[in-house]
């Protein structure tokens, strides 16, 4: 009986270490097998939701999500591209959409990077015209830029692009901000302020057409008011960033004649701390649906390839500039 009782206590001795050996192997194993892959958080800076970079971004997130594996990626609104350096320098974005020319300024430490200038940015690519659109209420009777003179105008948010872009377009007019009453209201300001009579003209950089503009022109008559070329051409000769171009015909109600402008071109930002992989492997998922950007905003079917580098204000990032140089 003794012998019977010292066999089954060897027996469970040996079945608890067995287990716990099991046990601890099991563990390490299953821990290796369970170890969630770590997503890669890619934080997209848009612009404000009545704009075009909004919509763009929120499609980019999805085709990244979808595409792009390990990587968690969301659009968000912001105030635009100074606001969008600013973030991606922080860090807490890592992808941005920019007006070349504010990227410009940041890479070269001028206009409102003066003595700020930022390290590291580089492009992805560049996307689509982003057109400085000059709208007055008909009810203004301004008929073109030197009819500003004396009246209340919206030049952007102070410290913008569009300020910097409504400044540097009157300087090819002659005309100072002491011949106007700037306002300094961000692009729904604007908006708003235009539908109530409160100001009479209004710069809005974005592509055309832009839902605000639409949002104003269903309910008041308004002007579109051209850059002449011989303008348009100083301008270019201070400011290489700067494109012509026309708005067609029709892009907006009652618009019986397409309409002179200029433009800088909308860009996608990042930093050099994006390592060449992910660069490339986000320009590749977004190039690789656009038919999903298309869908998004009308100024998406502009977005291709084959223009993905033109009016590139600062250096492309090797893992873009690897896709883009791929058959």
Same mark, same amino acid.
Not at 81 to 98: E, P, R
Not at 201 to 224: E, M, N, R, W
């Given at each position: 009986?003794?012998?019977?009782?010292? =066999?089954?206590?060897?027996?469970?001795?040996?079945?608890?270490?067995?287990?716990?050996?099991?046990?601890?192997?099991?563990?390490?194993?299953?821990?290796?097998?369970?170890?969630? &892959?770590?997503?890669?958080?890619?934080?997209?800076?848009?612009?404000?939701?009545?704009?075009?970079?909004?919509?763009?971004?929120?499609?980019?997130?999805?085709?990244?999500? @979808?595409?792009?594996?390990?990587?968690?990626?969301?659009?968000?609104? #912001?105030?635009?591209?100074?606001?969008?350096?600013?973030? =991606?320098?922080?860090?807490?974005?890592?992808?941005?959409?920019?007006?070349?020319?504010?990227?410009?300024?940041? $890479? *070269?430490?001028?206009?409102?990077?003066?003595?700020?200038?930022?390290?590291?940015?580089?492009?992805?690519?560049?996307?689509?015209? &982003?057109?400085?659109?000059?709208?007055?209420?008909?009810?203004?009777?301004? @008929? !073109?830029?030197?009819? =500003?003179?004396?009246?209340?105008?919206?030049?952007?948010?102070?410290?913008?692009?569009?300020?910097?872009? $409504?400044?540097?377009?009157? +300087?090819?007019?002659?005309?100072?901000? *002491?011949?106007?009453?700037?306002?300094?209201?961000?692009?729904?300001?604007?908006?708003?302020?235009?539908?109530?009579?409160?100001? !009479?003209?209004?710069?809005?950089?974005?592509?055309?057409?832009?839902?605000?503009?639409? !949002?104003?022109?269903?309910?008041?008559?308004?002007?579109?008011?051209?850059?002449?070329?011989?303008?348009?051409?100083?301008?270019?000769?201070?400011?290489?960033?700067?494109?012509?171009?026309?708005?067609?015909?029709? #892009?907006?109600?009652?618009?019986?004649?397409?309409?002179?402008?200029?433009?800088?071109?909308?860009?996608?930002?990042?930093?050099?701390?994006?390592?060449?992989?992910?660069?490339?492997?986000?320009?590749?998922?977004?190039?690789?649906?656009?038919?999903?950007?298309?869908?998004?905003?009308?100024?998406?079917?502009?977005?291709? @390839? +084959?223009?993905?580098?033109?009016?590139?204000?600062?250096?492309?990032?090797?893992?873009?500039?690897?896709?883009?140089?791929?058959?």
């Amino acid at each position: 009986m003794l012998k019977i009782r010292k =066999l089954l206590v060897v027996l469970a001795i040996v079945s608890m270490v067995a287990a716990l050996a099991a046990g601890c192997g099991g563990k390490k194993e299953g821990d290796q097998k369970a170890a969630p &892959e770590s997503k890669k958080f890619v934080n997209i800076a848009t612009g404000g939701t009545a704009g075009v970079y909004y919509p763009l971004g929120g499609a980019m997130a999805e085709i990244l999500n @979808k595409n792009v594996t390990g990587v968690n990626a969301t659009a968000q609104t #912001t105030g635009a591209s100074v606001a969008n350096v600013s973030a =991606l320098k922080d860090g807490s974005v890592q992808v941005a959409f920019v007006q070349n020319d504010i990227a410009f300024y940041a $890479a *070269n430490g001028t206009e409102m990077y003066k003595d700020k200038k930022v390290e590291g940015i580089k492009g992805l690519s560049t996307l689509y015209p &982003e057109t400085i659109q000059i709208v007055a209420l008909e009810k203004s009777n301004i @008929k !073109d830029i030197a009819g =500003l003179k004396g009246k209340r105008v919206a030049v952007g948010a102070a410290g913008s692009g569009t300020e910097a872009n $409504a400044r540097q377009i009157l +300087e090819a007019f002659g005309i100072t901000y *002491n011949d106007i009453k700037p306002q300094y209201l961000s692009f729904a300001e604007a908006a708003n302020n235009l539908k109530d009579g409160n100001i !009479d003209a209004a710069f809005v950089t974005a592509g055309h057409p832009t839902a605000a503009i639409q !949002d104003i022109a269903a309910q008041h008559k308004i002007s579109l008011l051209p850059v002449a070329a011989d303008s348009a051409d100083k301008l270019i000769k201070q400011y290489p960033f700067y494109t012509k171009l026309s708005i067609p015909a029709g #892009t907006y109600p009652n618009q019986d004649s397409e309409v002179a402008a200029v433009a800088v071109m909308a860009m996608l930002a990042v930093t050099d701390k994006m390592d060449d992989q992910m660069a490339y492997d986000i320009t590749k998922a977004i190039y690789g649906n656009l038919d999903r950007i298309a869908a998004a905003h009308a100024v998406g079917k502009s977005i291709k @390839k +084959e223009s993905a580098k033109n009016g590139m204000s600062i250096p492309l990032h090797p893992g873009a500039e690897k896709y883009f140089n791929e058959k």
